[in-house]
C-alpha cells in the first residue's frame, strides 16, 4: 500500500504537492479524556542519543544545561524544515528515531524512552494515506470566545503583531481555564494538561543553538504581574523528542515539563485531541507576551486559516513569551475545551503566526509520557 500511495504521489505536479501538505485525508479524532475543570526507558549508551555531544557512558548520561533566563526566539535558532520529497520517504526507523523521548532531571541524569507502536504507525499513516481532499466543515460548533469576564473591557495600547493589536488583558487568572496556564522561568508559557504535566514548546526547553536543555523551567499557574496565586512549581523531569533536540526539526517543537507536585489537583488542567480532518475552528490562546507588562497574562481569539500536517496558522496576536502557548478550541455549547496545537512561531512566509499541531503521533507521546510520569 505504502509504494502505491508514494507512485500516485510521484505523478503528481510540485503545487499539488504542497496541497498534500495542507489537508490529509481521512476522518479521525480523540481527544483526552482528563479535561478537568475541578480543583523509563532504556537507557542511553551514547550522549548523541540523547540530542547533544559526542562520547558514550553506560547507563544514565549526565549532561550540562544552559541556565540563561530566557529562551532563544525561533528566529534566531538553526531550525530545520522537512520538504515534501523527504517527507514522502519517511523510513520506519526514521519515524521511531524522531519520535522517541529524551527525560533530564534537575541533577543533570538523561534517558531515553521510546515511542509506542501506535505513536510509530500513526506518522507513517500520516504520510502513507496522504491525499488531496477539502477541509472539514461542520455545522455545529466550531468554537467561541472565552466569556469576557475574565478580561479587561479594552486591550491596552501597544505595538501592533498582525494589523491591529485585538489582545485582552486576563483580569482574573484564577478563574478557569486560565489558572491552568502559566509561566515559564525561562520566559515562556505553559499549559498544564495533568496533574503534574506542563504542555510547552520544544524551543521552550532545549536550545539547539548550543544543544544544552534550559534549567529555568519552574512553573508559575495564573501569575498575574507579581502576583503568583497558587506560588512557583519546581519541575521534577523535562520531555523533548530527538526531531527536536538532535535533528532540529520545525515539526517536532512540542515537550512537557513533569512538575515535582501535583498543582492540577488543585487548578484542574486542559485537555487536548487530534483530529484529521480538521475544521478550520475558531481558537484561543493565552499567554505572557514579553511585549506587555511582566507576569501578565494576555488572550487572542481568531480563526484557523491554514492547516498543515504538522502546523496550524492563524492570525491571532502574539509575541515573545506566548511560546508554548497552547491553541485550543471552546466548545461552548459542551462547555468543553480542547488543546489542537502549541504556539510556536511568529509570523513567516504564511504572513501568519503558527503552532505545533497535536496530530496522533504527538497525541500518543504525550499520553505515554503523562501514563509513565
Same mark, same amino acid.
Given at each position: 500500500?505504502?509504494?502505491?500511495?508514494?507512485?500516485?504521489?510521484?505523478?503528481?505536479?510540485?503545487?499539488?504537492?504542497? !496541497? =498534500?501538505?495542507?489537508?490529509?485525508?481521512?476522518?479521525?479524532?480523540? %481527544?483526552?479524556?482528563?479535561?478537568?475543570?475541578?480543583?523509563?526507558?532504556?537507557?542511553?549508551?551514547?550522549?548523541?542519543?540523547?540530542?547533544?555531544?559526542?562520547?558514550?557512558?553506560?547507563?544514565?548520561?549526565?549532561?550540562?544545561?544552559?541556565?540563561?533566563?530566557?529562551?532563544?526566539?525561533?528566529?534566531?535558532?538553526?531550525?530545520?524544515?522537512?520538504?515534501?520529497?523527504?517527507?514522502?520517504?519517511?523510513?520506519?526507523?526514521? !519515524?521511531?528515531?524522531?519520535?522517541?523521548?529524551?527525560?533530564? %532531571?534537575?541533577?543533570?541524569?538523561?534517558?531515553?524512552? *521510546?515511542?509506542?507502536?501506535?505513536?510509530?504507525?500513526?506518522?507513517?499513516?500520516?504520510?502513507?494515506?496522504?491525499?488531496?481532499?477539502?477541509?472539514?466543515?461542520?455545522?455545529?460548533?466550531?468554537?467561541?470566545?472565552?466569556?469576557?469576564?475574565?478580561?479587561?473591557?479594552?486591550?491596552?495600547?501597544?505595538?501592533?503583531?498582525?494589523?491591529?493589536?485585538?489582545?485582552?488583558?486576563?483580569?482574573?487568572?484564577? %478563574?478557569? *481555564?486560565?489558572?491552568?496556564?502559566?509561566?515559564?522561568?525561562?520566559?515562556?508559557?505553559?499549559?498544564?494538561?495533568?496533574?503534574?504535566?506542563?504542555?510547552?514548546?520544544?524551543?521552550?526547553?532545549?536550545?539547539?543553538?548550543?544543544?544544552?536543555?534550559?534549567?529555568?523551567?519552574?512553573?508559575?499557574?495564573?501569575?498575574?504581574?507579581?502576583?503568583?496565586?497558587?506560588?512557583?512549581?519546581?519541575?521534577?523531569?523535562?520531555?523533548?523528542?530527538?526531531?527536536?533536540?538532535?535533528?532540529?526539526?520545525?515539526?517536532?517543537?512540542?515537550?512537557?515539563?513533569?512538575?515535582?507536585?501535583?498543582?492540577?489537583?488543585?487548578?484542574?488542567?486542559?485537555?487536548?485531541?487530534?483530529?484529521?480532518?480538521?475544521?478550520?475552528?475558531?481558537?484561543?490562546?493565552?499567554?505572557? *507576551?514579553?511585549?506587555? *507588562?511582566?507576569?501578565?497574562?494576555?488572550?487572542?481569539?481568531?480563526? =484557523?486559516?491554514?492547516?498543515?500536517?504538522?502546523?496550524?496558522?492563524?492570525?491571532?496576536?502574539?509575541?515573545?513569551?506566548?511560546?508554548?502557548?497552547?491553541?485550543?478550541?471552546?466548545?461552548? %455549547?459542551?462547555?468543553?475545551?480542547?488543546?489542537?496545537?502549541?504556539?510556536?512561531?511568529?509570523?513567516?512566509?504564511?504572513?501568519?503566526?503558527g503552532a505545533t499541531r497535536i496530530r496522533e503521533a504527538?497525541?500518543?507521546?504525550?499520553?505515554?509520557?503523562?501514563?509513565?510520569?
Open positions: 500500500m505504502r509504494n502505491f500511495h508514494l507512485k500516485k504521489l510521484a505523478l503528481l505536479s510540485a503545487t499539488a504537492l504542497v !496541497a =498534500l501538505l495542507v489537508l490529509t485525508g481521512g476522518v479521525h479524532a480523540q %481527544s483526552d479524556a482528563e479535561d478537568s475543570g475541578g480543583a523509563v526507558g532504556e537507557a542511553a549508551t551514547q550522549e548523541e542519543e540523547l540530542g547533544f555531544g559526542g562520547g558514550s557512558a553506560q547507563g544514565p548520561v549526565r549532561i550540562e544545561f544552559d541556565g540563561s533566563e530566557r529562551f532563544v526566539p525561533p528566529t534566531e535558532l538553526p531550525i530545520v524544515d522537512t520538504y515534501v520529497k523527504e517527507a514522502l520517504t519517511l523510513t520506519e526507523a526514521e !519515524a521511531t528515531e524522531e519520535l522517541t523521548a529524551i527525560i533530564v %532531571s534537575p541533577d543533570g541524569e538523561a534517558e531515553l524512552l *521510546p515511542p509506542n507502536d501506535a505513536a510509530v504507525e500513526a506518522l507513517l499513516r500520516a504520510v502513507e494515506e496522504l491525499d488531496i481532499v477539502e477541509a472539514e466543515t461542520e455545522v455545529g460548533d466550531l468554537g467561541g470566545n472565552e466569556p469576557q469576564s475574565a478580561f479587561e473591557s479594552a486591550s491596552e495600547a501597544a505595538e501592533s503583531v498582525i494589523g491591529a493589536d485585538t489582545r485582552v488583558k486576563v483580569t482574573n487568572t484564577t %478563574s478557569y *481555564p486560565f489558572r491552568t496556564f502559566g509561566r515559564i522561568d525561562i520566559g515562556c508559557t505553559g499549559t498544564l494538561i495533568g496533574p503534574r504535566h506542563v504542555l510547552t514548546a520544544g524551543h521552550c526547553v532545549y536550545n539547539i543553538s548550543n544543544n544544552k536543555w534550559y534549567s529555568s523551567l519552574n512553573f508559575t499557574p495564573g501569575q498575574n504581574g507579581g502576583t503568583k496565586p497558587y506560588g512557583t512549581i519546581a519541575w521534577k523531569h523535562v520531555i523533548s523528542v530527538k526531531g527536536w533536540t538532535q535533528s532540529h526539526k520545525r515539526n517536532f517543537d512540542y515537550a512537557m515539563i513533569i512538575l515535582n507536585q501535583d498543582i492540577g489537583n488543585t487548578v484542574g488542567w486542559m485537555g487536548y485531541g487530534w483530529k484529521v480532518p480538521l475544521p478550520y475552528y475558531n481558537v484561543n490562546i493565552n499567554g505572557y *507576551p514579553g511585549d506587555k *507588562p511582566s507576569g501578565t497574562m494576555w488572550h487572542a481569539f481568531c480563526k =484557523l486559516q491554514l492547516i498543515t500536517i504538522y502546523r496550524l496558522y492563524y492570525p491571532c496576536d502574539t509575541f515573545g513569551g506566548m511560546s508554548g502557548s497552547s491553541v485550543y478550541v471552546y466548545f461552548q %455549547s459542551q462547555n468543553k475545551r480542547t488543546i489542537y496545537g502549541i504556539h510556536a512561531y511568529g509570523v513567516d512566509g504564511t504572513g501568519l503566526n504527538v497525541f500518543n507521546n504525550l499520553k505515554k509520557w503523562k501514563a509513565t510520569y
